[in-house]
């Protein structure tokens, strides 16, 4: 008896031709022999150079600074660990669940269970900032659920997802042909992630900072650090490079044509909900040094101008022409950061980027 073409497609042919990211053939060898992607395997490469560990920073310290900081500041952090915890968490369940029917590209899977397996990282780095920082953890996560402004910042994204989750299960028990319209479904994905990373977790940052950049919650500032130089060095450029080689296929320049205008809406019902977002977080009388809504949503234009242009959709907003938070400059270059490791946590650093290639060689050394 065959083996099912959906385990492993013994009859592929396409292993020397080029061939799909998305809705070609079965996958049969895992191949790296024939690299038809570099761009998107340099990306699997990269995340894989920045791992790390939800446990390297020490949050003890922050416990204490949760009891005695503001109000303000208390209820702002809380709410902005909300969503970024449960964004991370429908990412890190989503991604590569989603996708999986649709992939038919080495190098594309490589990169979608890399960058599932590091959102469960950012996951689990909230919970345990979460287990550290409060002496009881279970009031928090209660607490944490009960903003629901914080639940329906994720509606625009989330529908996407939910469209592709049910097309792409449809597709895989074979409900639903391998047509335009599956194939619309699977590249809306991608541009809901760059909307979710480029968008909306570096607006959501940007508070995380505020606070940090007073000399607060420092192991949180590192960690979250950590999280955004994923988010935007490779998460979005991983987003951007999936979606640049899908419109050089005719069926991604269909897709673009035919998903215009809900690639339009999608972007700015996500910009529209960072500035409600704002508006509700420094809504009753709370405030923090350095950061106002004003400028937080100026951020959130400046940095959803990145997106437009790559889309071509045309805003409706006025954007920023310069950085409105040059703070941001610092904490989203993490080599401007030289603090002693006797200090605090270091988290600059890759793994895996020294590669050794003096085997066998012979160096004459005098002393």
Not at 78 to 91: F, H, N
Not at 209 to 231: L, R, S
Not at 254 to 270: P, S
Request: a negative charge; aromatic letters at 10%.
């Amino acid at each position: 008896m065959p083996i099912d073409k959906n385990v492993f497609n013994t009859e592929k042919t396409d292993y020397e031709k080029p061939k799909l990211l998305l809705g070609g053939q079965e996958s049969g060898l895992f191949d790296t022999i024939n690299k038809h992607y570099p761009d998107i395997w340099k990306m699997y490469k990269t995340q894989k150079s920045l791992d790390w560990d939800e446990n390297e920073f020490d949050y003890s310290s922050c416990n204490v600074e949760f009891k005695t900081c503001s109000e303000s500041v208390y209820e702002i952090m809380i709410k902005t660990l909300a969503w970024q915890w449960e964004a991370d968490s429908v990412a890190s369940r989503s991604i590569a669940p989603v996708m999986a029917p649709f992939i038919t590209s080495s190098e594309l899977w490589a990169a979608i269970q890399r960058i599932s397996d590091n959102e469960v990282l950012h996951s689990a780095t909230y919970s345990e900032i979460v287990r550290s920082s409060f002496d009881d953890p279970s009031v928090i996560i209660s607490e944490v659920l009960k903003v629901e402004e914080a639940m329906s910042r994720m509606v625009s994204v989330s529908r996407v997802f939910s469209e592709a989750h049910k097309a792409s299960h449809m597709y895989a028990l074979g409900m639903i042909e391998n047509n335009q319209d599956t194939y619309n479904k699977a590249f809306m994905v991608f541009v809901a992630l760059l909307c979710l990373e480029r968008i909306q977790f570096m607006s959501s940052f940007a508070v995380t900072f505020a606070i940090c950049d007073t000399g607060m919650f420092g192991p949180i500032g590192k960690a979250v650090q950590k999280i955004a130089q994923d988010e935007l060095e490779v998460h979005a450029e991983f987003d951007k490079r999936v979606i640049t080689a899908e419109l050089k296929t005719e069926r991604g320049q269909i897709a673009m044509e035919q998903c215009a205008d809900q690639i339009k809406a999608l972007v700015d019902e996500v910009v529209n909900g960072e500035l409600t977002w704002n508006k509700y977080l420094f809504s009753e009388e709370r405030e923090l040094v350095g950061l106002n809504e004003s400028v937080l949503s100026q951020w959130a234009l400046f940095c959803s101008k990145d997106v437009y242009r790559f889309l071509k959709v045309k805003s409706e907003h006025t954007m920023p022409k310069t950085n409105p938070l040059k703070f941001m400059e610092n904490w989203l270059d993490i080599s401007k950061t030289q603090a002693s490791p006797q200090e605090q946590d270091n988290g600059q650093y890759k793994v895996g980027v020294m590669r050794r290639d003096d085997e066998n060689e012979n160096f004459d050394i005098g002393f």
